[in-house]
């Protein structure tokens, strides 16, 4: 499968190639759309500028926003193509410090308008992984915190996105599926995800 590829996400990249898709990134009418998200930055909303809130929504929404319109156009015409969005299981749940998490549920949104308007569109959550940890998680915390035991993978990731446009995902459109290994159940007890617990 061709796939039309916006984003830098080397070790997501390359899992995605090893399983056989065809990633290109100037073909508009590839017959799908992958989207990478941009590493999550976690700080306190009180410390957060102007400037600082705006270019996590122009890096997170709004700029994978203007580079899926044109194939949006090309693949609503077409009557067939399948978005899928990487974002980070910070949209599924609130974090301390989540303006990126903030972002990634307005492209979340989008992904469910696009699915209203006749693609096959769906959104990645993963949880943190283990080669994109923010500097600010206490990495041992978040493994304990994880019925799986373990942080995600850009191989568990590119399984989801890989099994999402396959025609067995036929049938899921609008979807946010987590790839968090269960964390996300877990964060009820444990709200502050951070070393310190600075935000308490």
Do not use: C
């Amino acid at each position: 499968m061709r796939v039309l590829l916006y984003g830098e996400d080397g070790p997501l990249e390359r899992a995605l190639a090893a399983r056989g898709l065809e990633l290109v990134r100037e073909v508009p009418d590839a017959e799908a759309l992958v989207t990478l998200a941009p590493p999550v930055e976690l700080r306190p909303l009180a410390e957060l500028g102007p400037e600082g809130w705006r270019s996590t929504f122009r890096s997170w929404a709004e700029e994978p926003f203007f580079a899926v319109q044109p194939w949006l156009r090309i693949a609503s015409a077409r009557g067939s193509g399948s978005w899928v969005a990487v974002t980070s299981v910070v949209a599924t749940q609130p974090f301390p410090g989540g303006a990126s998490g903030a972002a990634a549920l307005a492209l979340q949104t989008l992904v469910r308008i696009a699915a209203l308007e006749g693609v096959r569109a769906k959104a990645v959550a993963p949880g943190w992984r283990e080669d994109r940890i923010p500097s600010s998680i206490d990495q041992e915390l978040a493994i304990a915190d994880t019925p799986d035991k373990r942080l995600a993978s850009a191989e568990d990731v590119a399984s989801a996105v890989d099994w999402l446009l396959s025609e067995q995902a036929s049938h899921v459109n609008g979807e946010v599926l987590r790839v968090d290994g269960g964390y996300t159940i877990t964060r009820g007890s444990r709200p502050d995800p951070t070393r310190e617990g600075r935000w308490r």
